[in-house]
């Protein structure tokens, strides 16, 4: 009977450990790039309208928690002379959900939207063909690189492994793809 009893407490106590350890340990949210909004210059014009004369140097695109749902946003930063501002827009649907000032990073550089020759949507999937995944991307970042190439860089999670792909903006070209365990 002992033995018994025993074994159904240690049994019962694995599962609400294991059950708290699964609410406890939060993984990003995948984001479904297919249903959101992704015209650079409704972007900008949003941004523009909280940052007037702010030049954009760097759009991320992560979820967050937003009204109590993961949802998938821009975190947008741009600079003015010798300050910054962040805004940060829900993607679907460009509405804004927060924004701040910042301090300026003295090596940003403006984005030049003309310059972008390759939407977010097909980065993506030229990021899933060149690192071999399906798997929607968890991040994604737009900004002029320390060589000064327009990239994008997407982060995918694949088989317990992190794959992050830079790709040209201006061209579609790979320029790096990274593993880490």
Do not use: W
């Not at 049994?11 to 699964?22: F, H, K, P, R, V």
């Not at 015209?39 to 760097?58: G, H, M, R, V």
């Amino acid at each position: 009977m002992f033995k018994k009893t025993t074994l159904l407490v240690t049994t019962t106590s694995l599962m609400i450990l294991t059950g708290c350890q699964n609410k406890t340990i939060s993984k990003p949210s995948l984001i479904d790039y297919k249903k959101i909004n992704t015209d650079f210059k409704q972007i900008q014009e949003k941004y523009n309208k909280e940052a007037p004369d702010y030049q954009i140097s760097e759009i991320n695109l992560e979820t967050e928690r937003v009204d109590k749902n993961r949802t998938a946003v821009y975190e947008i930063e741009g600079f003015k002379d010798k300050d910054a501002m962040d805004v940060t827009l829900k993607a679907n649907n460009l509405a804004k959900v927060r924004h701040k000032q910042d301090q300026p990073d003295m090596n940003e550089q403006a984005i030049n939207f003309d310059k972008i020759k390759l939407p977010i949507d097909k980065a993506i999937e030229k990021a899933q063909t060149y690192a071999n995944v399906k798997s929607n991307p968890e991040e994604l970042s737009l900004k002029v690189n320390k060589k000064g190439t327009l990239t994008y860089e997407v982060k995918f999670e694949e088989k317990h492994q992190e794959i992050e792909v830079s790709i040209n903006a201006e061209t579609g070209d790979k320029i790096s793809i990274d593993y880490d365990d």
